[in-house]
């Protein structure tokens, strides 16, 4: 299998692509293409706008390519999101597209589109400590669909996305229908009382409070709250999903860290 | 003129509140009803909501009060707007609300009932350098509708609103109709690519983008963005007017700070 690697969002860190390149030469079953855009930099971005745009097109229509992985989050992708969805050419709807956080931006719309995406880890997690781990645990899933990668307590359709992320993109043209979903969120680098109020919002989504169900991952790196919020994370998702009349499932097994396991999304993937 | 001062959000300091009275004292044109819940605290808001919404429906019902002044901003007038606004009585529509930041939620469903709101100067913002001219232009709005309180560049109808509160509020039962309106955002303590996140989310909107124009208020105590984002807080506010076809208006004079100028809401208050 010969995946593509993008960088819709952030550059790819030389050092990450090339412990996963060690990774790939050593598992003998895929092939890598990374983009030289990846490693592009313009201000916050892993290159312009156009850059982006065309590297991701780039991918998506080469036929050699069966999958396309994002090789890490930061911000950026919804700059090229609606572009790149404009328009999807036969080759792009036989891929397979995989990452998380930022790339739930480019998830909501590909997989509105009709087109196969994964929440899951990304090249640049090479470099969290476990990090080997969590490259395998993607490429498991990638090449050989291997049922040990996924979140342990999917039931499908599915969906998994970053609460902040997926709260920027409810009323764009990216927003996908939930009905019916397991609906999985999880944060990182917030304050609580950011939490509480983007689950307002978001709890506050009539085509949200369609999921069959909406469950909590990892809320790591939660920033300092001056005072004490005074509940925890767990507390704040059972309260919105009280007061909006979504069940709330539990916790789930993703987040920004090592062990983020692998969603995909709809029905087709178990 | 009696004003009521509540707290929907974080609580009010008493050196904030005896500075205020010291002010309308000297004033001698209005009189100030300051509630107890303004005082009490609860995590990271000033009571539990139940105590919140009680103090605002109070003041909301008082006969005596023509003026509901918002103490303050912070986060937590979301959690009990909705309830605030079922059934408003007959009294509550002939006040006058006054507010900003946090205080949007509870503006954009006001203004959206038809009651008539302001974004302007808070008690709190006394212990601001400068902050006594906040207040007293504040005052003087609200006791004399004095037109030099006025954001100088209004066209009526109009609104101004956190970009954050903004984007929280859109979806939710509290969004306001934007048709034709003139709308300021201002921000503060954010980095540069969440005011691009939240300004692709906020522009995203079909309700949104029909206001007659999109003006920038000031965006403060911008927090630090590694690596740098590359632009500023105008270029990015134009770049998502002309993306999205809304007129952008320029600079408008609004803040968290204490030149921040009054703008009524509509078109009733010129």
């Known amino acids: 299998m010969r995946i593509a690697v993008v960088a819709p969002s952030c550059p790819l860190k030389r050092e990450a692509a090339q412990r996963v390149e060690a990774i790939v030469a050593e598992r003998g079953d895929c092939e890598l293409a990374i983009h030289p855009q990846c490693f592009l930099t313009d201000g916050h971005f ?15 229509a080469d036929a050699s390519v069966e999958a396309i992985w994002f090789a890490r989050g930061g911000y950026g992708s919804n700059r090229i999101a609606e572009a790149a969805l404009a328009q999807i050419p036969d080759e792009a709807r036989r891929k397979t597209y995989m990452g998380y956080s930022d790339a739930g931006f480019l998830h909501a719309g590909l997989h509105k589109a009709g087109v196969e995406v994964a929440w899951g880890p990304m090249p640049q997690d090479v470099l969290r400590s476990g990090g080997e781990a969590a490259i395998n645990r993607a490429l498991d899933w990638l090449v050989r669909r291997d049922p040990a990668a996924l979140e342990p307590g999917l039931e499908a359709p599915a969906m998994a996305f970053n609460l902040t992320v997926l709260s920027n993109l409810l009323g764009t043209p990216l927003e996908p229908d939930f009905a019916r979903v397991d609906l ?4 990182v680098s917030e304050q609580l009382y950011r939490i509480d109020r983007t689950m307002f919002h978001v709890t506050a989504s009539a085509n949200v409070r369609r999921v069959a169900r909406l469950r909590l991952g990892r809320v790591s790196d939660v920033l300092a709250n001056d005072p004490e919020f005074g509940r925890d994370e767990t507390a704040i998702v059972e309260e919105w999903c009280a007061r909006s009349g979504i069940p709330f499932g539990g916790r789930a097994d993703i987040g920004h860290d090592a062990q983020n396991r692998v969603v995909p999304f709809g029905s087709q993937s178990r």
Do not use: K
Request: avoid cysteine.
């Open 46 to 60: 892993a290159g312009p706008d156009e850059a982006r745009l065309a590297a991701l097109r780039d991918a998506m």
């Open 184 to 187: 999985i969120i999880e944060e």
